[in-house]
C-alpha cells in the first residue's frame, strides 16, 4: 500500500514539473479564482462567461500585445484556504495574474498571501486584481501595492448612496437591515454615520442583523419593518438573504423604498419581480445595461447572443480588463513589475457610460460614476430586461465621481 | 404589543406548517423504514424543479400531481436498485449513499436548469391576498401551503393508524420475517413506503418553490432545520414531528420580534458594567440576532435532558 502511495506521488510530481511552462509561451494567462461548485457557484459562474466572452473579443482582434489571452479557471468555493491553494496552483503553472471577486475574506487573504509571496519572490512578481470583494479594509489598513479594486468599496458605495439620499425630502425613516457578519456590519455602521453626518433630520428606526444564509421565513422581520413605521429599507443582503426578504415584502404588502447593494445580483431581479414591486426597489451599482451609450450597447447584446439568460451583471470586468490590457500593451510586457506601474493613476473612460474613472495610485482602488437604478418593467425590444423577467434597470440618477470619493488610510508600501 | 403577538404567531404557524410540509417525507421514511435519508432536500429540489417546469407547460395545478408521482416513480427506482442493495451493509452504508446521493441530484439539476434561479411562479389562481390584519397582507398561497401541510398531516396519520396497509407497514419495519411468512411481499412495501416518502418531498418542493427560490443550490440551503424538526419531534414520530415545527415556528418568529438582550435583562443589576466586560458580544446580542440559531440550541436542550424526542418513542 505505501508503495502505491509512494509511486503515486512520484508519479504526480513529475506531472506536476511538466505542467509548469514559462509564462512566456506567447499566451497571457489569467487565473480566474471564484466558486464554481457549491453554493457560490451560480456567481462565479457568470464572472467566468464574462471573462471568457473577453477573451474571445480580445484574441479576434490579435490579443493583447501580441499574446494571446487565456483565462484559467480555478474553483475556491468562496473559502479563503482553498483559494491559497488554488492562486498557489495557478503561481505554480507561471500564472502571474490572479482575477477573484466574491467574498472578502476571500480577498484579504489573497492580499496578504501575494504580499508575502511577492516579498519573498523578487523578479517574479504575482498581481491580484478584484473585481468585486469591497470591505474598505483592502484599500485601507491592509492595502498592498499588487492588489487593484475596480469595484467600488463599501464606505465608497455609502457616501454615493448617502449623497443623493441627502436630497430625497422625502426619507425621513430608515432601517437597516444586513446580514450578521463583517460586510453587513460594515454597512450598517458606516450609513448610520454618514446619514448623522448628512442628514441629521433623518431617524434610523431600525438595526436589524440576521444570520448569513439560514433564514428561510423572513415575515416577521417584515412584520418589524412594518411596525416601525420605516419609509425607507436600507440592505447589503445578497442571494438567497436578499430574494427571500423582497419576497416576504411583496407577500406582505410593504410600501416602503428599498436601497441596496445586490438587487441586481443573480436571482435578483427574479425576486423582485416575483414580489411585484415595480420602482420601487434601487441599487447602486457601477453601470447598468440600459444606459444610453453605444458602444457598451453594443457589447451587451453581443453579449447577450452569446449567452442569452445571462444580463452583463459586471460591467467592471469589462473597465478591469480593459485597463490591464493598455497598462500591458504601454509597458510593452506582461509582467506585472512592469505593467502594474501604468495602472497606478491611469485614467479610463468605463465601459457604461464612457465618463471617465481613475485609478487613485495611493491605494489603488478605481472612482468612477455610480448609478442608482430602479427595477422596473421595460420594452424588451428596445431595452435590456434581467433575467427574462421583462423588467429592467432603468437610472435614476448618475453620482458623478466627485461626489463618491473617500479618504484612505492606505500607507503603501512599495517595491523597490 | 397584541399587534407584534398576533402577527407573530400568525407567521409562526405559518412557517411552522412550512417546516412540516418540508419535514413529512422524512419522518415517513425514517419512522417506517428506519433509513435516514440525506437525500431528502435533493427529491425536495427535484419536485420544485419538476413543478416549473410541469407549470410553465401546463400549469401548477397538473404539477402538483405530476411532479411529486415522478419523483416518487424516481425515489422507488432508488430503494429498488440502490438503496436495497445497500441495506444488506448496515446504516452507516446507508446514510452514505443517500448523502452521495444529493450530490448526484444536485449536478443532475445543474446539468439540466443552469445554476441560475428560475422563475416559478404563484399559480395566478392563488395569486391574490387572502386577508389583511394590521395592514400586513397574508397571500393565498401560504394559506394553501397551510392547508396541504395540515391535510397531508391527517392522512399520514390515518394511513399508519388506522388502515391495514399502515399495520403492515409497521409490522414489516419490527418483524420483516414474520411478515414476509404471513404472504406479504416485504421489499415491495419498503419499495412503496420510499417511494411515497420522496413524493412527499416533491410536494413540498412543488409548493415551497414558488414561495422560496427555485435554485440548483435550494437542496443545500434548506440544510440541517428538517433533521432538527425530527429530532426534535421524536425520531419517527410523526405527531411529534408536527408540534416541532409549530413549536420551532413560533420560537424562531417571536425570538425575532423581541429586541431584548442580557443587557437589558440584568443591565440593572449591574450598574459598574463589570458584566459587559466579561462577557463581551454575548451581553449585548438581542434575541432577535440569534433567533434563526434558536432551533438549534432547542436540538441540543432536547438531545442532553430527553434524547428520545417529545413524543418519540425509542432513543435512537
Known amino acids: 500500500m505505501m508503495n502505491k502511495l509512494a509511486l503515486a506521488a512520484a508519479a504526480l510530481s513529475i506531472l506536476g514539473l511538466s505542467a509548469m511552462p514559462a509564462a512566456a509561451d506567447g499566451t497571457l494567462k489569467l487565473a480566474y479564482v471564484d466558486p464554481l461548485s457549491g453554493g457560490g457557484a451560480s456567481i462565479g459562474q457568470l464572472g467566468l462567461n464574462q471573462l471568457k466572452f473577453i477573451a474571445e473579443k480580445v484574441n479576434a482582434k490579435g490579443g493583447v500585445n501580441g499574446e494571446k489571452l487565456e483565462i484559467v479557471p480555478f474553483d475556491n468555493q468562496v473559502n479563503p484556504q482553498k483559494s491559497l491553494v488554488q492562486v498557489q496552483k495557478a503561481i505554480d503553472q507561471g500564472i502571474q495574474i490572479i482575477v477573484q471577486g466574491n467574498g472578502s475574506s476571500v480577498g484579504v487573504a489573497i492580499e496578504d498571501f501575494l504580499r508575502k509571496y511577492n516579498e519573498r519572490n523578487p523578479g517574479k512578481s504575482v498581481v491580484y486584481l478584484n473585481y468585486a470583494a469591497i470591505d474598505p479594509i483592502l484599500t485601507n489598513e491592509k492595502c498592498s501595492y499588487w492588489h487593484f479594486a475596480w469595484d467600488a468599496a463599501v464606505n465608497i458605495k455609502l457616501e454615493a448612496l448617502t449623497n443623493y439620499l441627502k436630497n430625497q425630502k422625502d426619507v425621513k425613516k430608515v432601517y437597516l437591515i444586513d446580514q450578521d457578519y463583517s460586510f453587513g456590519h460594515s454597512v450598517a455602521d458606516t450609513t448610520v454615520k454618514m446619514l448623522k453626518e448628512k442628514r441629521p433630520d433623518i431617524k434610523i428606526v431600525g438595526n436589524e442583523f440576521h444570520p448569513l444564509v439560514k433564514v428561510t421565513d423572513f415575515s416577521p422581520y417584515i412584520a418589524k419593518i412594518k411596525a416601525s413605521g420605516a419609509d425607507t429599507v436600507i440592505t447589503g443582503n445578497w442571494g438567497q438573504d436578499f430574494a427571500l426578504l423582497i419576497k416576504a415584502a411583496g407577500d406582505a404588502g410593504l410600501k416602503v423604498k428599498w436601497y441596496t447593494f445586490y438587487a441586481g445580483g443573480a436571482g435578483g431581479p427574479t425576486a423582485v419581480k416575483q414580489a411585484g414591486l415595480a420602482g420601487q426597489v434601487f441599487q447602486i451599482t457601477e453601470g447598468i445595461n440600459n444606459i444610453d451609450y453605444k458602444p457598451a450597447q453594443e457589447v451587451i447584446r453581443a453579449y447577450m447572443k452569446a449567452y442569452p439568460k445571462e444580463p452583463v451583471y459586471y460591467p467592471r470586468l469589462f473597465n478591469l480588463t480593459g485597463m490591464l490590457f493598455k497598462a500591458i500593451e504601454e509597458a510593452k510586457s506582461d509582467d506585472p513589475a512592469k505593467f502594474a506601474p501604468k495602472l497606478e493613476g491611469m485614467k479610463y473612460k468605463t465601459f457604461s457610460s464612457g465618463d471617465e474613472g481613475f485609478m487613485r495610485a495611493s491605494d489603488h482602488q478605481f472612482f468612477q460614476p455610480l448609478y442608482i437604478s430602479t427595477l422596473e418593467p421595460v420594452d424588451t425590444k428596445k431595452e435590456f430586461d434581467e433575467e427574462n423577467t421583462g423588467w429592467g434597470w432603468k437610472q435614476v440618477a448618475q453620482i458623478p465621481v466627485k461626489d463618491t470619493i473617500t479618504q484612505t488610510t492606505c500607507k503603501m508600501k512599495r517595491p523597490g | ?316
Do not use: C
Request: aromatic share 12%; charged share 10%.
Open chain 2, 1 to 316: 404589543m397584541f399587534e407584534i403577538v398576533f402577527i407573530s404567531t400568525l407567521n409562526g404557524i405559518l412557517y411552522g406548517m412550512l417546516l412540516f410540509l418540508m419535514a413529512s417525507g422524512l419522518t415517513v421514511i425514517f419512522s417506517m423504514m428506519g433509513v435516514l435519508n440525506f437525500a431528502h432536500a435533493g427529491f425536495y429540489m427535484l419536485g420544485a424543479f419538476f413543478g416549473f417546469e410541469i407549470s410553465r407547460r401546463i400549469g401548477f395545478w397538473p404539477g402538483l400531481v405530476i411532479a411529486p408521482v415522478l419523483v416518487g416513480l424516481i425515489g422507488m427506482m432508488v430503494e429498488r436498485y440502490g438503496l436495497r442493495r445497500v441495506h444488506r451493509h448496515g446504516h452507516v452504508a446507508e446514510l452514505l449513499f443517500t448523502f452521495g446521493l444529493t450530490y448526484v441530484i444536485q449536478q443532475g439539476v445543474e446539468m439540466v436548469w443552469g445554476k441560475l434561479p428560475v422563475d416559478y411562479k404563484v399559480p395566478p389562481s392563488l395569486d391574490f391576498s387572502a386577508f389583511t390584519v394590521f395592514s400586513t397582507n397574508y397571500p393565498a398561497f401560504k394559506l394553501f401551503e397551510l392547508l396541504i401541510s395540515i391535510a397531508i398531516f391527517l392522512a399520514l396519520l390515518l394511513v399508519v393508524k388506522r388502515s391495514r396497509i399502515g399495520l403492515v407497514v409497521q409490522a414489516a419495519l419490527d418483524h420483516p420475517e414474520m411478515v414476509a411468512r404471513l404472504g406479504h411481499d416485504v421489499d415491495r412495501i419498503f419499495m412503496l413506503v420510499f417511494g411515497v416518502g420522496t413524493g412527499l418531498a416533491a410536494i413540498a418542493g412543488v409548493i415551497a418553490g414558488p414561495a422560496l427560490v427555485t435554485q440548483s443550490n435550494m437542496a443545500g440551503l434548506l440544510g440541517p432545520i428538517l433533521f432538527v424538526v425530527v429530532v426534535v419531534g421524536g425520531l419517527g414520530s410523526l405527531g411529534g414531528a408536527f408540534i416541532a415545527s409549530l413549536l420551532i415556528g413560533l420560537l424562531q418568529t417571536f425570538a425575532v420580534a423581541s429586541n431584548m438582550s442580557l443587557a437589558d435583562l440584568f443591565g440593572g443589576l449591574d450598574p459598574g458594567g463589570t458584566a459587559a466586560v466579561y462577557f463581551g458580544d454575548i451581553w449585548s446580542v438581542t434575541v432577535a440576532q440569534v433567533a434563526p440559531i434558536m432551533p438549534y440550541l432547542l436540538l441540543v436542550l432536547i438531545l442532553i435532558f430527553r434524547p428520545r424526542g417529545l413524543m418519540g418513542t425509542r432513543e435512537t
